[in-house]
């Protein structure tokens, strides 16, 4: 069994700061990449920042400069730090990674159960 797990979210004052974390646990012998996904009421999840096993990130245009996604591939957990928040960055953001169990040689997808995010005065 794999478990993801999401923490840190919370409620912040418009271009304030929260830093997101994301552990994995379970029968894992290796994990490639990890990514942060986010939904809003009444919108599709979306894609916010994603950080392959070696480093290599890429983001969505709406948190470029404001978001940085990072890894520790030893500890098996991700993070992601948000500054200058806005309202519309409001959403249940989730944790996603690629992960391969002992034996295999195939990469299932994990999901955390989301960590909501709050950008209000």
């Known amino acids: 069994q794999v478990q993801v797990v999401e923490s840190g979210g919370g409620l912040v004052q418009p271009g304030g700061s929260l830093r997101l974390s994301c552990a994995a646990s379970?029968?894992?012998?290796?994990?490639?990449?990890m990514g942060w996904h986010r939904q809003a009421p009444g919108k599709q999840r979306e894609l916010v920042a994603r950080?392959?096993?070696?480093?290599?990130?890429n983001y969505a245009d709406s948190v470029k400069g404001r978001f940085t996604i990072s890894r520790d591939n030893a500890k098996k957990t991700m993070f992601l730090q948000m500054n200058s928040l806005k309202p519309e960055d409001t959403a249940t953001y989730y944790c996603?990674?690629?992960?391969?169990?002992?034996?295999?040689?195939?990469?299932?997808?994990?999901w955390g159960q989301g960590t909501q995010v709050t950008v209000s005065s």
């Open positions: 996603n990674a690629e992960v391969r169990s002992p034996g295999s040689n195939l990469y299932g997808n994990y």
């Open positions: 379970g029968s894992i012998s290796g994990i490639n990449t």
């Open positions: 950080i392959t096993y070696g480093g290599s990130t």
